[in-house]
């Protein structure tokens, strides 16, 4: 059996689609970035011709190698000292690259450069007769100024100005680096000859006079300083001429004892005339000392008991009451002896009271003289202590103010003592110091000089920026066309691979279409044919396991292959052994009758949904047993108001039931409104867009209104791609090994299947 014969009606080495959205590597945006300049090649190619075809002869016309002419000034950093012979640092890394700059900068002064230019003025250079020694200075100089010609002076300044003499310090060395640039080395070799010398004969000068003129202000510094010594030991003799010395720390030590002992006892009295004022106050306030109670009660009994007249009437008292307490015992109650004794007892008793109270009167009078008496002495005494330790304390206050004072004032004169010695010390520290620097001075005119020519002038670098210039060239016109293709590629919306469906739209791929281009025309047939197959074993995936029963195809727009595919893929499911009906949904622009040269004017749509019996509407195809149900565009103004009819679903349900599928091709969603009501009717819906036409905000806007009416969307095909972007590509490459006997098997199932292109050729401006 032949090769291919097993593999009749099969899809073969069919690839499933990718239903699902991947993200987008790094990777495929840089070959998506390549791809697309590939893609624009024409435009790459032509940007770089332009460019480098305008740009490398007017880099090697107008640009010449310029010289870099330097001489160099030696800067010494340390010189040694003749007198130690150590050597000398002049304030280190810091000041010495201070002075670097400061000598440049002396170079490119006024003085320098005038003489350099009286120098050069014989020579004959072209670089005045030009006014600037670089072409590209020389049209600028052109360009702004167009007074007479300026003096030399004058365009060595402009020249330092626009970079073309340069004078700098050279990093981590001693040099001072003066450099020409010039397209003429000689010229430029004189140039710096003649600054090196003018700034040496200056700087020799300057450095002479420099150190005389040093001298000359410390020799007036140092008499200066001279006299303002002799002056301040004299007014330090003066302060200490009074006490004999001018160290009158021990005297100041002394006094200050004897201010803290004076300070000490007149804190004293003053404790003590503050307690005697307290006492006179609270005397003078109670004028009475009062006793204890206790004691004033003692007192009071003692007094009393002492009073004669009480003590013997006490002891009559006492007695009678005896003889009372006896007469009881021996005389009758009744007897009159017994009652006279009673009441005599009584008496004595009421008088002994009586003395009692008396005494106790003349106890009180008396304690009251006496203490009156005595309180009237203590605050006298108080009043004469107190004005006694007032009139010490006055006493003490003013030998202490004296003494203070003095003390005060010794200090103070201590102080300006100390101040002026510390003076005097700096004023001889700074005398001693300026003496040694005259010295220094005297003996470094001895010594060799620091600054000192290092190389005359020469050439030390040539710069022909030619060569880069062209390469950067074509670089950057390489670099031009690329970003101008990348652009332009950019720019372009449409779809041209798979994947640029599935990552820009998110729409499932249900399969592609081969475009002619990309492969070999005796293979084309064969490659549509199982193209087709691969999409309806993908329907099938889609669906569980089966195709759908009514099945819509649309596009976008216009000429985005709808009824091409619409066509192709009926005949495919014929051919499968399925009992298959096309109907032409289109019924503003009908086109299906017109690609199968069926009879014209034939209404077969438009008849059925009038009642129409529907064998008397369709055509039969016998090669593919394909059952058309064509239209016409008679009622093309009407087709939405059919459509939107009631019993137009009616009729298509009813159809649809002798058929194992039904496949209606429709008008563009996004033209008109009829692809909407074709999708309600049906049970899924087909996207078709061409690679390369299709725009990815057409594909995404139609997606979404299909969307907005809940219609089920099984995915796009996208047709006219490359082989290599193919769903079926591998089947290709296993087909084109096998040689002619691989044709003669598949013819019969191709004839029929045409390409997307050979459809839109014969289909005279249709929407294919």
Not at 158 to 169: E, F, N, Q, S, Y
Not at 245 to 252: A, E, H, K, P, V
Not at 421 to 427: G, R
């Amino acid at each position: 059996m032949n090769n291919l014969e097993k593999y009749h009606g099969q899809v073969i080495e069919q690839r499933p689609a990718n239903f699902e959205m991947r993200p987008e590597s790094d990777n495929e945006t840089t070959s998506n970035l390549v791809a697309g300049v590939l893609r624009r090649w024409r435009i790459v190619l032509l940007t770089f011709l332009l460019l480098c075809f305008v740009g490398i002869p007017a880099i090697w016309l107008s640009i010449k190698p310029l010289y870099s002419v330097t001489g160099a000034v030696k800067v010494a950093p340390i010189l040694t000292n003749i007198l130690s012979g150590e050597e000398e640092n002049y304030g280190g890394k810091s000041v010495y690259d201070r002075f670097m700059y400061t000598q440049a900068e002396m170079i490119t002064s006024s003085r320098v450069i005038q003489r350099a230019a009286d120098d050069l003025a014989d020579k004959d250079l072209t670089f005045f007769k030009s006014g600037v020694p670089d072409p590209v200075a020389k049209l600028k100089h052109a360009l702004k100024d167009t007074k007479p010609k300026p003096e030399p002076a004058s365009i060595l300044k402009r020249a330092i100005l626009d970079g073309v003499i340069t004078v700098a310090p050279a990093r981590r060395s001693e040099l001072i680096l003066i450099t020409t640039k010039s397209t003429k080395p000689h010229e430029a070799k004189v140039i710096v000859d003649a600054f090196i010398s003018a700034y040496m004969a200056i700087e020799v000068s300057s450095s002479a006079q420099g150190e005389d003129q040093k001298l000359s202000v410390l020799e007036n510094e140092r008499r200066v300083l001279a006299e303002k010594l002799q002056t301040q030991r004299k007014a330090i003799r003066q302060l200490g001429q009074e006490y004999g010395t001018i160290t009158l720390n021990s005297r100041q030590d002394m006094m200050l004892q004897r201010v803290a002992s004076l300070l000490a006892e007149l804190t004293k009295i003053e404790a003590r005339r503050i307690n005697l004022e307290a006492q006179v106050q609270l005397l003078e306030q109670t004028k009475e000392q009062s006793i204890e109670p206790d004691n004033l009660l003692r007192m009071r009994e003692e007094y009393i008991n002492n009073d004669p007249m009480v003590n013997v009437l006490t002891a009559s008292v006492a007695q009678l009451d005896q003889e009372l307490i006896v007469a009881k015992q021996t005389l009758a109650p009744t007897n009159p002896e017994l009652k006279r004794k009673t009441g005599l007892l009584e008496a004595l008793r009421a008088r002994l009271e009586q003395c009692k109270k008396e005494a106790s009167e003349s106890f009180d009078d008396l304690v009251s003289k006496e203490i009156a008496k005595t309180g009237n002495q203590k605050l006298v005494n108080a009043k004469t202590e107190l004005e006694q330790i007032a009139a010490y304390e006055k006493r003490l206050q003013e030998i202490l103010a004296k003494e203070d004072s003095e003390t005060i004032e010794l200090g103070r004169r201590q102080l300006s003592i100390q101040d002026m010695q510390d003076q005097l010390a700096l004023t001889k520290e700074l005398h001693d110091k300026i003496c040694r620097r005259i010295q220094e001075l005297e003996m470094e005119r001895k010594r060799p000089a620091r600054i000192s020519v290092a190389y005359n002038a020469d050439i030390a670098h040539i710069r022909d920026k030619r060569i880069k210039y062209t390469m950067a060239l074509i670089f950057g016109a390489m670099a031009a066309g690329m970003l101008l293709a990348f652009l332009r590629d950019k720019a372009d919306l449409s779809l041209r691979t798979p994947d640029d469906v599935v990552k820009r739209i998110g729409v499932r791929i249900i399969g592609t279409t081969t475009s002619l281009h990309t492969i070999k025309p005796a293979l084309l047939p064969r490659q549509v044919a199982e193209d087709y197959r691969t999409i309806r074993a993908n329907l099938g995936l889609l669906n569980d396991g089966g195709l759908p029963k009514k099945l819509v195809v649309t596009s976008p727009g216009m000429r985005d292959g709808k009824t091409t595919f619409a066509i192709n893929l009926a005949t495919s499911m014929c051919k499968s052994g399925k009992n298959v009906l096309l109907i032409d949904g289109d019924l503003r622009k009908p086109d299906i009758a017109h690609l199968l040269n069926l009879p014209k004017g034939s209404r077969g749509l438009q008849d059925v949904l009038f009642g129409k019996e529907l064998g008397q509407a369709v055509f039969s195809i016998p090669s593919t047993g394909l059952d058309v149900l064509a239209a016409n565009s008679r009622n093309g103004v009407d087709a939405y108001e059919l459509l939107v009819l009631p019993q137009t679903a009616q009729h298509i349900n009813m159809v649809s039931q002798k058929y194992d599928h039904v496949i209606i091709d429709t008008p563009p969603v996004l033209a008109f409104p009829d692809a909407l009501l074709w999708a309600k009717i049906s049970d899924a819906v087909i996207l078709t867009s061409i690679a390369g036409k299709t725009t990815a905000p057409d594909l995404k806007e139609a997606k979404e209104k299909l969307a907005e009416i809940n219609a089920r969307v099984l995915g796009t095909v996208l047709s006219n791609v490359p082989v290599s972007h193919s769903y079926y590509r591998y089947g290709y490459h296993y087909h084109s090994r096998d040689g002619q006997k691989g044709k003669k098997t598949t013819q019969a199932d191709t004839k029929l299947l045409l390409p997307l292109q050979d459809v839109e050729d014969n289909s005279h401006g249709a929407d294919s």
